[in-house]
């Protein structure tokens, strides 16, 4: 094994997406379109495609369904090669049928006792987590509430990353058809103290949450929810109403959402997340971070997939336009 430095190391759980074409439904097509999609994973892409070494964990089975997900992030220059073998494992899917008023778009999971459910705690590549060996570790609430084991391993892997001195972010992602909302809570907040950044939509707080919920002021919301993690840089994603920052010193900030005419939000909450990580890497300031967040989440919105598909030209041209959004203190 190298001794690579990355940028960042992400653990979690790629599905492939099955999609009927020209928006016909589930049990009317006759074939699907298959893509690749998981929250951390999409994330790195992102990254990856903007330059950043990325390095993803995980554990895939050992066939064709497995080399598909392991060759479409090396397509966008994901390092895969620290995930364990899943020898015959079942490879995780997911069907997602696109919606146009009033037909509702809708996703049907199909992942119970996948190769990544089944992942332990000793599958984890230990040699990355080791002092200088990444510059930030990244996982999601999806990967802490897949499985038992898949819970424990992510533990794991954020108890090596601090112990390693390697910062590390969350992105809460609630999935109530993975867990309920009390066994997302027990889980997730004995670990929020140990988190440098912090990712959450806003209606996960509401969710999970509903004692820090303000409707009327997000601002409110972020500043209740902070005493769940007062170390933690937070960052509230509000869809179309934009993303609000919270530094653990108390200093607010706000992004309007950038203009886009929206192909498919699916993936959407990855892109900000990759975006702001991108920038705060950079070490670019909080408002440049929040905006380059909502410039990828838009560049996502534009176009078909999980992934976005952007590269650091595009991003650079997006950022530069005044009038893509507003940014405000």
């Known amino acids: 094994m190298d001794n690579q430095v990355y940028d960042i190391v992400g ?36 990254m990856a495609r903007l330059g950043f070494s990325c390095a993803w964990l995980s554990r895939l089975p050992e066939s064709e369904l497995g080399d598909r997900v392991r060759q479409t992030l090396r397509q966008h220059n994901v390092d895969v090669q620290h995930v364990c073998p899943g020898g015959d494992d079942r490879m995780g899917l997911y069907f997602y049928e696109p919606g146009r008023a009033p037909h509702l778009s809708q996703v049907i999971y199909d992942r119970a006792d996948s190769a990544m459910a089944r992942m332990t705690p000793a599958d984890l590549p230990t040699a990355l987590f080791q002092p200088g060996r990444a510059r930030l570790f990244h996982t999601s609430g999806i990967t802490l509430g897949l499985s038992a084991s898949a819970s424990a391993t992510a533990q794991q892997a954020l108890k090596l990353a601090r112990s390693a001195g390697i910062p590390c972010s969350l992105d809460i992602n609630f999935r109530q058809r993975l867990w309920s909302a009390r066994q997302a809570r027990q889980c997730l907040e004995p670990l929020l103290g140990q988190l440098e950044l912090l990712l959450v939509a806003e209606r996960d707080i509401q969710a999970l949450w509903p004692e820090a919920w303000d409707a009327s002021s997000p601002e409110a919301t972020l500043r209740r929810f902070q005493g769940f993690a007062p170390n933690s840089l937070l960052v509230m994603t509000r869809g179309s109403a934009g993303a609000t920052l919270l530094t653990p010193a108390g200093e607010l900030y706000r992004v309007d959402a ?15 997340a990759a975006g702001f990580l991108s920038a705060w890497l950079e070490g670019k300031d909080y408002p440049q971070a929040l905006r380059q967040g909502a410039a ?9 997939g999980d992934i976005a598909w952007i590269n650091r030209r595009q991003l650079e041209r997006l950022l530069a336009d005044p009038a893509a959004t507003e940014l405000c203190r």
Not at 27 to 44: I, M, P, R, Y
Not at 296 to 304: E, G, L, R, W
């Open 296 to 304: 990828v989440a838009a560049f996502k919105y534009a176009t078909p």
């Open 11 to 46: 653990l979690g759980e790629t599905l492939l997406r099955l999609t009927p074409p020209k928006l016909e439904r589930l049990d009317q097509s006759a074939g699907f379109d298959v893509q690749v999609g998981g929250c951390e994973s999409n994330t790195l892409s992102a």
């Open 258 to 272: 950038f203009v886009a005419r929206e192909v498919e939000r699916l993936g959407g909450g990855d892109a900000f």
